[in-house]
């Protein structure tokens, strides 16, 4: 069974770039078949899903985040990783990373604070 | 943008009711659903998938039913564990997007 792990700073300051990284146990992401997700869930509020990415290195974004997003995989690590630019308070969140959707299952979540 | 309307936004019920939540989409999207349940300081979990599939090791007491544009998930017996936020979530047309949340509480 798959598992998934976000690691990441938990501090970013406004106007900086948050970064995390979701490494992925118990399958491997070049095999194929399956998309990698970032999605976020604001304190207290609904899930956002921020984007995904196939093992090819094709990506979707959530159009209201795309301009400030990127999401890039690592198959030698078997990792996939989440840049946010230009980030304010309205990006404090936990950020989950998950197989389809989360369909295929969920990371544990991280929450990424925007403060100075 | 397919948008997903989801309600009620909050449900308090007895044990042993029957809950019933609705998502409606604003496009068709076949039968691309899938409804989770989440606990708090947890990640969502897997429910219902393709709109009426119960995923393996979910009680018999969830159900998913629906598609094109109106999708509905019951529980057929409210049962205490059952206390939880449930979203419903499209998968189509390289996107995904989360209902606002039903919360789920006991009377």
């Known amino acids: 069974q798959v598992q998934l792990q976000e690691s990441g700073p938990g501090l970013v300051k406004p106007s900086q770039t948050l970064s995390l990284t979701c490494t992925v146990s118990?399958?491997?992401?070049?095999?194929?078949?399956?998309?990698w997700s970032w999605i976020r869930q604001h304190p207290g509020k609904g899930l956002e899903w921020i984007g995904y990415?196939?093992?090819?290195?094709?990506?979707y974004y959530n159009p209201s985040l795309k301009s400030r997003v990127t999401i890039s995989v690592d198959t030698s690590k078997n990792q996939f990783s989440l840049k946010l630019s230009s980030v304010t308070a309205a990006d404090t969140a936990v950020y989950y990373c998950?197989?389809?959707?989360?369909?295929?299952?969920w990371g544990q979540g991280t929450l990424v604070t925007v403060s100075s | 943008d397919i948008q997903m309307t989801q309600s009620p936004s909050s449900l308090s019920a007895s044990v042993g009711d029957r809950v019933t939540i609705t998502c409606q989409a604003s496009q068709d999207i076949s039968n691309y659903l899938n409804w989770y349940q989440q606990k708090p300081g947890k990640a969502p979990k897997l429910l219902i998938y393709d709109a009426s599939n119960l995923e393996t090791g979910v009680p018999s007491r969830f159900s998913g039913s629906g598609s094109g544009t109106d999708f509905t998930f019951t529980i057929s017996s409210l049962q205490p564990e059952d206390i939880a936020t449930y979203y419903c979530?499209?998968?189509?047309?390289?996107?995904?997007?989360f209902g606002q949340g039903t919360k789920l509480e006991i009377k």
């Open positions: 990415i196939y093992y090819s290195g094709s990506t």
């Open positions: 979530q499209q998968y189509d047309n390289h996107s995904y997007t």
């Open positions: 118990g399958g491997s992401i070049s095999s194929g078949g399956y998309y």
């Open positions: 998950a197989r389809d959707g989360g369909a295929g299952g």
